[in-house]
């Protein structure tokens, strides 16, 4: 795996679950008035958007023109099966929590609309679908980058909006990829011709920064005016996410292959599923145990990830634990010889397509 990706990714998946430590402590104990701890909490919704990207990214640049044999089968049994064991297992936590859920329509809807924490998923198994039709159709990405924005941007307006229809479903409408479909586009160009992009971002990466203050501010000004919902669907978030992805693959070429990093995010999809049921039993400790929001959030934040790579490891010894937490062997995510782009006149003849 290319390292800039695993920090990458690691930086995500820290993020989320800090972002769950403080809904956790807030639910509990109700949400500070303070204008820094709203705006991190929106800032940090960054992250399901870039693992979702992060997918394509590792698609495109495996994958560029077909994919291989058992893909689909390796994806239903270490992506799927784990959402929908997750799916079972959340439901019957909430059902246990809350006396007077109703379990069976919990779980279809679990299973069906992914609701609960593993919703990206289904999400990502649909970029999955989306990236065979684009490479089985040839469909150049410079017409299909400005239709997924329109469609995208469209999207996210309609959820925004006061329709009767949409306010009702609006938490199944996210569900569609059309509402991620920019994120697609471009993350599929990133990874298709990612040595390209890796040494363009390295050579500028000090505009990486710009860019990312810049996106901080749009949020900040959003927030400002108004806008303070903590979801992924914020328009506000699109900039902020990409500018976050390209600063990270920028810098994160300058930082050394750490096994932590490596580590962290061979449990990054576990930590993903696990953590949330984790914190639903922690959170009403740790705002006995300690006095202050930012003390609970980061007790939680840190006892949560100790509790979940602990039962990740326990896990993953089981015969059938990968079905469970995802594979957590050491993957090996080179590319064979004849599919590694090397030199320049490749680049330029796939650009040409473009």
Not at 27 to 44: A, D, K, M, V, W
Not at 91 to 111: E, F, G, P, T
Request: charged fraction near 15%.
């Amino acid at each position: 795996m290319i390292k800039e990706w695993n920090l990458l990714r690691v930086i995500a998946c820290l993020s989320i679950v800090f972002l769950h430590s403080t809904t956790q402590t807030g639910n509990l104990t109700g949400y500070p008035n303070n204008e820094l701890y709203e705006l991190l909490r929106i800032l940090l919704c960054y992250a399901t958007p870039t693992f979702i990207i992060l997918s394509e990214m590792i698609l495109a640049n495996r994958y560029p023109d077909q994919l291989p044999d058992q893909f689909w089968q390796k994806r239903l049994k270490w992506i799927y099966v784990p959402f929908l064991v997750f799916a079972v297992i959340d439901a019957i936590i909430v059902k246990q929590l809350y006396s007077n859920i109703d379990l069976q329509k919990k779980l279809l809807d679990n299973i069906f609309l992914g609701s609960y924490e593993g919703y990206f998923i289904l999400i990502v198994l649909q970029f999955y679908v989306l990236h065979y039709f684009v490479i089985r159709f040839n469909i150049p990405i410079r017409i299909l980058i400005p239709i997924s924005f329109i469609v995208m941007g469209i999207h996210l307006y309609l959820l925004h909006t006061n329709i009767p229809f949409v306010q009702e479903y609006k938490a199944e409408l996210k569900l569609p990829f059309t509402a991620w479909f920019g994120y697609f586009t471009i993350a599929f160009l990133i990874g298709r011709h990612y040595k390209f992009f890796s040494k363009t971002l390295f050579k500028y990466r000090w505009y990486t920064i710009l860019g990312l203050l810049s996106s901080i501010y749009i949020v900040y000004f959003s927030y400002k005016s108004g806008i303070v919902g903590v979801n992924s669907r914020r328009f506000d978030l699109i900039p902020l996410t990409f500018s976050i992805s390209l600063a990270v693959m920028a810098w994160g070429q300058l930082i050394p292959n750490l096994r932590i990093v490596n580590l962290i995010s061979k449990y990054s999809f576990g930590i993903y599923l696990v953590h949330w049921q984790v914190q639903r039993y922690i959170a009403p400790y740790t705002v006995e145990w300690f006095n202050h929001t930012i003390t609970q959030v980061l007790g939680l934040f840190v006892i949560t990830l100790l509790i979940t790579f602990i039962l990740i490891y326990l896990i993953s010894l089981l015969p059938f634990g990968a079905y469970i937490v995802g594979n957590t062997k050491k993957h090996n995510y080179r590319r064979k010889k004849k599919m590694n782009l090397t030199s320049t006149s490749k680049y330029k003849t796939r650009l040409k397509h473009l």
